[in-house]
Each structure stands twice: as C-alpha cells, then as structure tokens.
C-alpha cells in the first residue's frame, strides 16, 4: 500500500513493519513513521540524544548487505541513506484490557516539542482499532470458517469479504462525511444490517436512477444515525458471549464415531484418567 501514501501522511504499524529500508524509503518520500520497536533492536535506552524521559534520538545505521528475503532490489537498496534519525520512546499503559504494560516506539517524528510522547503513544493506541476491524470481517461477516475447500476457491472467497468490507467501509466514510459524523463511531455492524434491510428496495429500482440516487441518499443518512455512544477507554475482551452447545468433538470419521448417550449429563471419568 506504500504507493497509496502521500508527502505528510504518517503511517502506524506494528513491529514486523519496523524495518530500516522501509523507514528511510518513507522518509525520503516526506512520509513519516510510527512503528512498535523491533524485537530484535536494542531497548537501551541510554543510547541516543536525550529528548525527555524515556525519549531517545538515536542515529540507524544502513546494514552492510541487503537480507536475502528483503523485498528491495539491490539497485533500490543502494539509494537507500547511509544513516536514519530514529526517535525511540518509551511508553507505560495503564489502560485495562491490555496485556502489554510497556512498549517501545520507533518513529521518524523526531521533534519532541511538536510531537510529544504523550501524543505518540495516543498516536500509536487507534493501531489498536485494526483489531477491532478484523473482528468485523470474522465475525460480523461470518468469515471465520471458510466455506470452500480448494486453494483456488478459497483465495476468491477472501477476496469478495475483502470487497464487501470495503465497500461498506467506503458507504460509512461517504454517510460520516455528508452528515459531519465522527467515523470511528457509526457502526459497522449496525450498517451491516441496514443495508441488508434496505438492499430488496433497491432491487425494485434498478431500471429508476433517480428513485435509485434518492434510495442511496436516505440510506447514507440512515448510516449516519446508527452512531455507538461515546465510549472512551472501552474494554473489548477476546470472549464469547454465547454459551457453547454441549456437543463431542467429531475426532473421528463419522462411520467410526460412537455419540455418547444423555451427553448433558455425561462428566469425564476422571478416575480412570488418572
């Protein structure tokens, strides 16, 4: 997606992104960076020019040869800077839900006056709602499990949920836009299921563009009202909220699987396993 971002943007990610090839390409490009350090960089934090507490500058150094598995060829990897000022940071989280307590930042914003750490680390902390939006795709758009068997097959179901996904993303981005709606609060499930609702009706249009145009522009505003409360510091918790059946586990082909009988009542004989 790198060929997406312009001069001024800023691009978050997580540690495997923490690279010093794709930094310095960004930077010279006047894209800045804010990744979660490397594990295999050092957390020294007394290296550097001190910028506050826990805030280091630091000076990365280009590797003497390209890695094999680096996806820059090697005319591309000599114009690479010999040398990147990367800024580390240190940051604590006390937010509950978290199991990370701390974590470290590297980022090309190396001014600290105009890019506090504080304002890093609330930088880095919307990374966090790209979780939020896997669970849309698995969960809201029932692709946990995929239905096909096939490679072939199942490389064109990712992509139709891909397109679906952002499709819809794209209806929110236009409904929050026209109708001065934060983003990050319309539903996403709850557009879902207008849409759902709404798509029959527009089946009875497709031969009345202007009915059809009017259709969209009452749906754009119906997904602007279906907005969450505000909920700062919300907790989202990896658990299930449904109670699983008592079913077995099929562990073995179905002409060989025994059904144990009355399996509400039926309790591991724990004597025997012992």
């Known amino acids: 997606m790198s060929h997406l971002l312009v001069k001024g943007d800023v691009l978050l990610g997580d540690a495997g992104f923490c690279a010093y090839a794709l930094m310095a390409e960004l930077k010279e490009r ?16 007394r290296r550097g020019k001190k910028l506050g507490k826990d805030d280091r500058l630091q000076t990365w150094t280009k590797p003497a040869q390209r890695p094999e598995n680096s996806p820059w060829k090697q005319r591309a990897w000599n114009k690479l800077p010999e040398q990147l000022s990367v800024r580390v940071v240190r940051v604590s989280i006390t937010r509950k839900g978290f199991r ?5 930042i590297a980022t090309t914003l190396c001014d600290a006056r105009r890019y506090p750490a504080e304002q890093l680390a609330e930088l880095y902390y919307r990374r966090w709602s790209i979780e939020l939006f896997y669970r849309d795709i698995k969960t809201t758009m029932h692709m946990e499990v995929m239905r096909t068997k ?3 097959m199942i490389e064109k ?8 996904y952002n499709a819809i993303r794209a209806l929110i ?23 759902r609702q709404w ?8 031969d009345q563009p202007r009915k059809l145009a009017h259709w969209h522009k009452e749906l754009r505003e119906a997904i602007a009202s279906v907005a969450n409360p505000l909920r700062p510091d919300r907790r989202e918790p990896r658990a299930k909220k449904r109670r699983p059946k008592s079913y077995q586990v099929l562990t073995e082909p179905r002409r060989k699987f025994k059904e144990i009988p009355h399996r509400e009542r039926y309790r591991k004989n724990t ?3 012992a």
């Not at 990370?100 to 470290?104: A, F, H």
């Not at 990050?184 to 299921?193: H, Y």
């Not at 798509?199 to 497709?206: D, E």
Request: glycine share 4%; aromatic share 8%; charged share 25%.
């Open 271 to 273: 004597d025997k396993a």
């Open 199 to 206: 798509l029959p009706q527009a089946a009875a249009y497709y």
């Open 150 to 152: 096939s490679p072939e």
């Open 100 to 104: 990370t307590r701390r974590l470290w």
């Open 173 to 195: 981005l236009q409904s929050a836009q026209e109708h001065q709606q934060e983003l990050g609060r319309i539903s996403f499930k709850g557009a879902v299921d207008l849409l």
């Open 30 to 45: 006047g894209v800045d960076t804010a990744f979660r350090l490397h594990q295999k960089r050092s957390k020294d934090m």
């Open 157 to 164: 179901e990712l992509l139709m949920h891909a397109i679906a």
